[in-house]
């Protein structure tokens, strides 16, 4: 299985062990966005997350590990009405740059974006060979929302979402989870909990029960390539 010979792979990527990571989950610093090595990365459960505060690429694997459980989510009534009645079209992979580049935009606590314009090439670089992959949500001909990540075995780890119009956000992830849960995905990475993914029913997972899962996902064939929808 690919995700396995990538998690294989984390010495000969540089990575060290993740046991290592600090307690902000900061385990290295340095290296590129290869394709190689951001799939090594999220084999192994690391991701990058740049900051203006170092010119150096910091990699983060924090524990505890924030997932979503497809087909075990918490969708209130409310929601299933907004999903219903919500005037938007959803589609998946249809318009991947322009989904990051909005994610780009999202307004940050700190005044700036960790979506930088090497992270954009780097992200559409991994669309490109199958394995990065956007959900997204139309009004019309017009992008109002949407969400991307990555795919390896039956694990999806997400990055960032947009909304231009209210709820398109959270249409397009509820969207998402439901496909996954079609498919039989294993879980959602969340990284860490958000008020948001927390009225979901997300769960933290410590550092050797996320790895052990993350294996355990990994040991099925990647979805890889543009996604249709089945459901």
């Not at 960790?114 to 959900?135: C, K, N, P």
């Not at 969340?190 to 040991?219: I, K, N, Y």
């Amino acid at each position: 299985m690919i995700g396995l010979e990538l998690r294989r792979a984390r010495q000969a990527a540089g990575f060290p062990p993740v046991e290592k990571a600090d307690e902000d989950g900061l385990l290295a610093v340095g290296g590129d966005l290869s394709p190689e090595r951001l799939l090594i990365a999220y084999a192994n459960g690391i991701f990058p997350w740049p900051s203006k505060r170092t010119p150096l690429l910091p990699w983060f694997c924090p524990s505890p590990r924030t997932v979503l459980i497809p087909g075990r989510i918490s969708v209130s009534r409310s929601n299933r009405k907004i999903m219903r009645r919500a005037p938007f079209t959803m589609t998946y992979d249809r318009a991947f740059p322009a989904v990051i580049a909005a994610c780009a935009t999202v307004p940050r606590h700190d005044g700036g974006t960790w979506i930088t314009d090497a992270m954009v090439q780097g992200y559409i670089r991994l669309h490109e060979l199958g394995f990065a992959h956007s959900v997204e949500a139309w009004n019309g001909d017009r992008l109002v929302g949407g969400l991307y990540g990555v795919s390896l075995g039956a694990a999806f780890f997400g990055e960032s979402m947009f909304r231009l119009e209210s709820e398109a956000s959270k249409v397009a992830l509820l969207t998402l989870l439901d496909q996954l849960a079609a498919w039989n995905f294993h879980f959602v990475d969340c990284q860490m909990m958000t008020p948001h993914v927390q009225r979901l029913g997300a769960l933290d997972w410590e550092m050797d029960h996320f790895q052990s899962e993350l294996e355990r996902a990994l040991g099925q064939e990647t979805r890889r390539g543009p996604w249709a929808p089945t459901v």
